[in-house]
């Protein structure tokens, strides 16, 4: 008896150390329209009809890289449709110079043409509940997380992964959303005091914010990366508490959890 209920709880211990379980999760390109042009995307949404939340995935300078389609993946395990539109329209950097250029040669008009659009295809479909849309994006995808919320006011949830703040809180009036905010204590491109400022410039406008996390780490510390592309900024400590945040702002402001 004693060596079966031994069996038992060891059995318990392994199934609460997996955590809670994910859902299968299918994966697609999709085109979308973006204006009167069409867009690309990657799609990962749950098996079954739903309807779930979605949240739009939004790319760092690298492009539309295989991390962030892992995340795109992550997210829908989770129970979430998520798109990952393709911003560099099939280009992905390999080095920091490419990167550079990529991002300085993409219009910001296109890009939130983009991403509207992905909300607009998102909510179009009918496995979405398009009453509970969001957006999340790191780097140059964290600032348009952001632009996203502010254009796009079915956009009800806004997470910003060290992306470039807005500091004017006239600029915020038009938010809708709810925003977390992940950002790095040591980040020479977007000081404290920027963050300070964002914070502050969104309780002036009356917005509503869960967090604005700022973690003892650079920018970029969530990607770890590979091969060419490995990132020695990563941190895996605070990369795990800000998915930590991540998942249960999404839990709470999509899910009611």
Same mark, same amino acid.
């Given at each position: 008896?004693?060596?079966?209920?031994?069996? !038992? +709880?060891?059995?318990?211990?392994?199934?609460?150390?997996?955590?809670?379980?994910?859902?299968?999760?299918?994966?697609?390109?999709?085109?979308?329209?973006?204006?009167? =042009? %069409? $867009?690309?995307?990657?799609?990962?949404?749950?098996?079954? &009809?739903? *309807?779930?939340?979605?949240?739009?995935?939004?790319? =760092?300078?690298?492009? @539309?890289?295989? +991390?962030?389609? =892992?995340?795109? &993946?992550?997210?829908?395990?989770?129970?979430?449709?998520?798109?990952?539109?393709? @911003? /560099?329209?099939?280009?992905?950097?390999?080095?920091?110079?490419?990167?550079?250029?990529?991002?300085?040669? !993409?219009? $910001?008009?296109? $890009?939130?043409?983009?991403?509207?659009?992905?909300?607009?295809?998102?909510?179009?479909?009918?496995?979405?509940?398009?009453?509970?849309?969001a957006s999340i994006g790191w780097c140059m995808g964290g600032? /348009?997380?952001? #632009?996203l919320a502010l254009a796009e006011p079915r956009v009800k949830?806004?997470?910003?992964? /060290?992306?470039? *703040?807005?500091?004017?809180?006239?600029? @915020?009036?038009?938010? #809708?959303?709810?925003?977390?905010?992940?950002?790095?204590?040591?980040?020479?491109?977007?000081? *404290?005091?920027?963050?300070?400022?964002? %914070?502050?410039?969104?309780?002036?406008?009356? &917005?509503?914010? %869960?967090?604005?996390? =700022?973690?003892?780490?650079?920018?970029?510390?969530?990607?770890?990366?590979?091969?060419?592309? &490995?990132?020695?900024? /990563?941190?895996?400590?605070?990369?795990?508490?800000? +998915? #930590?945040?991540?998942? #249960?702002?999404?839990?709470?402001? @999509?899910?009611?959890?």
């Amino acid at each position: 008896m004693r060596r079966i209920m031994a069996a !038992l +709880w060891a059995g318990a211990l392994v199934a609460l150390a997996a955590g809670p379980a994910r859902a299968a999760v299918k994966t697609s390109e999709i085109t979308f329209k973006s204006g009167a =042009e %069409e $867009a690309k995307g990657f799609l990962a949404e749950p098996e079954g &009809k739903g *309807p779930f939340p979605a949240v739009v995935v939004i790319q =760092e300078w690298w492009g @539309l890289t295989d +991390w962030i389609k =892992e995340n795109a &993946k992550r997210l829908a395990e989770q129970g979430y449709v998520a798109l990952a539109p393709d @911003l /560099y329209r099939g280009k992905v950097a390999t080095d920091p110079t490419m990167a550079r250029r990529l991002m300085g040669g !993409l219009p $910001a008009d296109r $890009a939130v043409r983009d991403l509207k659009g992905a909300v607009e295809a998102l909510a179009a479909r009918d496995n979405v509940d398009k009453s509970r849309l969001a957006s999340i994006g790191w780097c140059m995808g964290g600032g /348009y997380s952001l #632009q996203l919320a502010l254009a796009e006011p079915r956009v009800k949830a806004c997470v910003i992964c /060290y992306g470039r *703040p807005v500091t004017d809180a006239d600029k @915020l009036k038009s938010l #809708q959303a709810t925003v977390l905010g992940i950002f790095g204590e040591e980040d020479r491109g977007i000081p *404290p005091a920027d963050v300070e400022k964002f %914070e502050a410039a969104l309780k002036e406008a009356g &917005k509503k914010v %869960e967090r604005i996390h =700022e973690f003892k780490a650079g920018h970029g510390f969530m990607r770890p990366g590979e091969g060419a592309t &490995k990132n020695p900024a /990563y941190r895996e400590g605070p990369a795990k508490e800000a +998915w #930590q945040d991540i998942d #249960q702002f999404f839990a709470k402001a @999509l899910k009611g959890k």
